[in-house]
């Protein structure tokens, strides 16, 4: 068994952006990534503790606590570390045999709302043994840890087979093109940007936050930083000073979104989650539909997530002629090679969906074209660079620059890809996995897709007082997809 005697001690401190996250937890919605893996046969609690020990502890992070200082919080490894704290055996109270999903629903809603204990490392996972013919296997990450990418790294390191974490970083392989332009971008301006502005922010001490704090307006916070950034850049490259206007359009897009559609989705929410899943959906499917359209896997997959946000909406009587809400969706920032690493490197782009669009073909190609727009945007970069700046700032004045995106947002929204043939573990096929993104602010509806094993998942949690009922929409999301495969075939192929 892995207690503390067997962890190296060490101190490392927290990135900004992780140190927002970290900060943003609240009465509504908690920083946590959670999942449940469904597996058969079942699994034994003592492999998988001794599974998760020997694979886990491998990446120190899941060693170490967090400790908060007032200018931040540092990595510390935990002394009183023991993984059966973090490995639990779970019981599902109420569950039937004929129709377990139901309590494990139940009880996944009730552990969103439990907050992991600060004192040790912020993870955990329960095993239920015996479910459905197999075991169940219940994660919570906080998200300070890592973003969805970095965990994925993590999963595969994990299961049957897996690779060991690198210990040093691959060469890169050159990049060329738009990839080598968006990198220097990122690297070039974007960097040096928000690193002028946090070091401008750390020597200004108290100073700089109160004077935040007395701006007010959000608006006026991103306006100061941009100004800090460009200023800086401009002494340092005359490239830099070329993509300016780019960043300062792009910024003044962020600080001035419109709000979206008023629907009965957003509002204030309470303290109560439900989540809700529906079966895969054949990803060759999927593909074939986008193929035919000219549209990304991407495109087709938010256009039945628009068609089915839009059903449910008029299942309650709403109006959604005309109607549009937005979603942030998360955008890695980092280069594929560096997927192991923990921590959080992505942007946020916010992607309005058209859910008063009544015909699926039509919905999809407005996707598409938005979503086209938003790929030569710095937007997700300044997003990234925003929290940086965020994560130095007292909570009161961080909590009021990024009410900016929740007051504005219906929805987080991520796309994560999987591994396309099912793994194993611990001798255990993973017939199903799934996951729920948190959401911030007043934010009180999530939606996480996930590709895996040939199959596309669609998960739900939202907030009880905005959506009580999330499964309501998931079983949108197949017959939307259906309507959508239908029309394609029929559309008059080989004419003009």
Request: glycine share 8%; aromatic share 6%; net charge neutral.
């Amino acid at each position: 068994m892995v207690t503390s005697s067997s962890l190296p001690y060490t101190v490392e401190r927290m990135s900004k952006v992780d140190t927002a996250w970290l900060r943003m937890d609240s009465p509504s919605n908690l920083m946590m990534i959670m999942g449940v893996w469904i597996l058969k046969p079942a699994l034994h609690y003592p492999d998988v503790r001794d599974r998760l020990a020997e694979r886990l502890l491998k990446y120190p992070r899941f060693g170490q606590r967090v400790q908060m200082d007032a200018t931040g919080a540092s990595w510390v490894t935990d002394t009183q570390f023991d993984i059966s704290r973090h490995v639990r055996i779970e019981k599902l109270p109420g569950s039937s045999k004929k129709h377990p999903m139901p309590a494990l629903q139940a009880r996944l809603a009730e552990l969103a709302m439990q907050p992991l204990d600060m004192r040790h490392p912020l993870w955990e996972y329960r095993l239920i043994e015996h479910f459905d013919g197999g075991s169940a296997l219940i994660v919570r990450i906080h998200h300070c840890i890592a973003d969805g990418l970095a965990l994925i790294s993590v999963i595969q390191s994990m299961v049957d087979g897996g690779l060991e974490p690198p210990k040093r970083s691959p060469k890169p392989a050159p990049l060329h093109g738009l990839e080598a332009a968006e990198e220097w971008m990122s690297h070039s301006l974007i960097e040096p940007l928000t690193v002028a502005a946090v070091k401008a922010l750390e020597a200004a001490g108290d100073g700089a936050a109160q004077a935040f704090e007395a701006v007010g307006d959000p608006r006026n916070v991103l306006e100061k930083w941009l100004a800090l950034g460009l200023s800086k850049s401009k002494e340092g490259s005359s490239e830099a000073a070329r993509l300016a206007y780019q960043v300062l359009r792009d910024g003044a897009a962020l600080a001035l979104m419109t709000d979206d559609s008023p629907t009965r989705l957003k509002g204030q929410p309470g303290q109560a989650k439900r989540v809700a899943w529906c079966q895969p959906i054949a990803l060759d499917e999927v593909r074939a539909v986008g193929k035919a359209l000219h549209c990304s896997i991407n495109d087709v997959l938010l256009a039945c997530v628009a068609g089915a946000i839009g059903q449910y909406l008029k299942s309650h009587g709403d109006a959604v002629m005309g109607k549009e809400i937005r979603a942030m969706v998360p955008v890695n920032l980092r280069p594929m090679t560096q997927a192991y690493k923990l921590g959080n490197k992505f942007g946020l782009a916010p992607v309005v969906l058209p859910i008063g669009l009544d015909n699926p073909i039509e919905r999809v190609f407005e996707v598409r074209k938005r979503m086209s727009e938003l790929k030569g945007s710095m937007q997700p970069l300044l997003a990234f660079a925003l929290l940086a700046v965020a994560g130095i700032l007292v909570k009161p004045v961080q909590d009021a620059m990024l009410s900016l995106f929740s007051k504005k947002t219906t929805a987080v929204m991520t796309n994560v890809p999987g591994p396309r043939e099912k793994l194993t573990f611990c001798g255990a096929t993973l017939e199903q996995a799934l996951f729920w993104v948190p959401q911030s602010g007043s934010v009180g509806l999530g939606v996480s897709i996930l590709s895996y094993g040939g199959g596309v998942q669609f998960g739900i949690i939202s907030d009880t007082t905005l959506c009580p009922d999330p499964q309501a929409i998931i079983d949108q999301f197949e017959p939307e997809f259906e309507k959508l495969k239908l029309l394609t075939l029929m559309l008059p192929w080989g004419e003009e």
